[in-house]
């Protein structure tokens, strides 16, 4: 299969619907509405509307049907990056190859238009037709739940609290599972709700976002030592400066290398009950461990 090609076509069509879906940037006040659309549209690799995209796909759904759903993931993602970069938080300057949105319209607006996306990715939910087996509240309680303070916000606490301390593999991994896997999960979990899955395909994605969620994070962690800040259009660099806990610092290169690369099989071997129809998952898994960004 072409995923540069599927990919190229899942990042349109939900481009497009963030276009539609966000308020333009003529609407008063208009410093929120330009932040939040700064944010939103700077070139992020939309992975996890796309797993959204995939997992309904995977499912035998109708792929309009998930696109509420997909764009809700991506809100929810770029609202939690706005804030990671303030100066509270990592303190970076750059993100997605510009300038930070704190640089650009002030902390104040900033954590606004991180919490204006926080609120509209609700909003965008109750956009999803409903099914017999999820209802809308379903979908709520999904995101709500990977995106509150016994997941991402967990992560991003235990993420802050550690720095500069030296913790556990365990403890690391727990903060990693919070701040990033529990999202990427959570995408899949919706994508098969859209598209009304069966209990048994939905826990073969849960099983299979869990491992895919936590490499990922592995290699951002990896990919902040080893790529450049041109390529990552963040600073490269960055959580040796911050003295952040992470896999290479925990375990050194070459072993977290391989923790990412067995997660990676791990989730593969969840795949199993789609046979076929896991192609797609199946090449986004190998995507994301290689990536290089
Ligand atoms: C960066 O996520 C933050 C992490 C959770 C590691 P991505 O690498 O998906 O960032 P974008 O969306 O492409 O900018
Ligand atoms: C960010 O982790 C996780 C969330 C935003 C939830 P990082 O702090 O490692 O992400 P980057 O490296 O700044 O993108
Ligand atoms: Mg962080
Ligand atoms: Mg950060
Ligand atoms: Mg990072």
């Known amino acids: 299969m072409d995923l540069p090609l599927y990919l190229r076509e899942k990042v349109r069509l939900v481009d497009e619907a963030l276009d539609r879906f966000l308020p333009a940037a003529r609407v008063k006040p208009t410093t929120i509405h330009q932040a939040m659309r700064y944010s939103i549209f700077a070139g992020g690799k939309r992975l996890r509307p796309v797993l959204v995209l995939a997992a309904a796909e995977a499912c035998g759904g109708i792929e309009e049907n998930a696109i509420p759903a997909a764009c809700a993931v991506e809100c929810i993602h770029t609202y939690s990056l706005i804030h990671d970069d303030l100066p509270c938080m990592d303190d970076d300057d750059l993100r ?174 969840a795949l199993e009950p789609f046979g076929r129809k896991g192609e797609i998952l199946h090449a986004l898994a190998d995507m994301l461990v290689g990536r290089d960004h």
């Open 96 to 269: 997605r190859g510009r300038p930070t949105c704190h640089k650009v319209f002030g902390d104040a607006i900033a954590v606004l238009a991180g919490d204006a996306l926080l609120t509209l990715a609700f909003e965008l939910l109750t956009k999803t037709p409903p099914h017999p087996r999820y209802s809308t509240a379903h979908l709520v309680r999904e995101l709500a739940q990977s995106a509150g303070s016994r997941a991402l916000i967990a992560g991003q606490v235990m993420d802050l609290e550690s720095e500069g301390k030296a913790i556990s593999v365990r403890n690391l991994q727990f903060i990693h599972r919070s701040k990033t896997a529990a999202l990427l999960s959570s995408s899949l979990r919706l994508g098969a709700m859209c598209a009304n899955a069966t209990p048994k395909k939905l826990v073969s994605l849960t099983q299979f976002g869990e491992s895919i969620g936590l490499a990922f994070q592995v290699i951002d962690d990896i990919l902040d030592v080893t790529q450049t800040t041109e390529k990552l259009g963040k600073t490269a660099g960055k959580d040796i400066e911050a003295t952040k806990a992470t896999y290479p610092s925990i375990l050194g290169l070459d072993k977290s290398r391989r923790v990412a690369a067995s997660l990676t099989q791990k989730a593969r071997s």
